[in-house]
C-alpha cells in the first residue's frame, strides 16, 4: 500500500518588536521586525473536498489570533524592567515566560495556533528575510 504525504503551507506577514534580556548585541534594545510566518500542516490523506486544509481555515484561525495577541506589539519577556513604563503610556505589549527569541517566540506560535484546532507539522518564523527558527512537536 502506497503512502501518499500532503503538505499544504500558508503565509502570514505581522510586525513586532523585542528585545533579549541578558543579551550582550544589539538585540538587547528595544527593536522591531517585519515577520514572515509559514504554516506547515500535513496529512497522509485529503478531506472530501480534496484537501488537507483549507487554506482560509488557516487564515480564518492562525492570522486573526496573530492579529489580536502579537501583531504591532511588543513580545517581551513578563520579568522584563521596561514593562511598567509601558504599561503607563498605554503601549500594547505580548508578555512571554520566556526570552522573546525567535526560537521561543516560533515555539509559543506553534502551541497557541495548534490549541486554534489546526495540527501543525512546523512553523517557520523569519524574523529578516535571511533568518528563521522553526518549531516542531
Not at 501518499?4 to 513586532?16: A, D, P, Q, R, T
Not at 550582550?24 to 472530501?48: F, V
Request: charged content about 25%; aromatic content about 10%.
Amino acid at each position: 500500500m502506497e503512502i501518499n504525504n500532503y503538505k499544504v503551507s500558508k503565509g502570514i506577514h505581522f510586525c513586532y518588536g523585542h528585545r533579549l534580556l541578558e543579551y550582550n548585541g544589539m538585540c538587547r534594545y528595544l527593536h522591531g521586525h517585519n515577520a514572515y510566518l509559514e504554516i506547515d500542516i500535513s496529512s497522509n490523506r485529503l478531506d472530501q473536498l480534496g484537501m488537507v486544509v483549507d487554506f482560509n481555515e488557516i487564515k480564518d484561525k492562525a492570522k486573526n489570533w496573530i492579529d489580536q495577541h502579537v501583531d504591532h506589539k511588543m513580545l517581551l519577556c513578563d520579568g522584563d524592567p521596561i514593562i511598567p513604563a509601558l504599561k503607563e503610556l498605554g503601549e500594547p505589549y505580548f508578555l512571554m515566560a520566556e526570552n522573546p527569541t525567535a526560537e521561543n517566540i516560533s515555539k509559543m506560535l506553534f502551541r497557541e495556533i495548534s490549541n486554534l484546532g489546526l495540527k501543525l507539522n512546523e512553523i517557520r518564523l523569519w524574523e529578516t528575510p535571511s533568518s528563521y527558527a522553526s518549531y516542531s512537536e
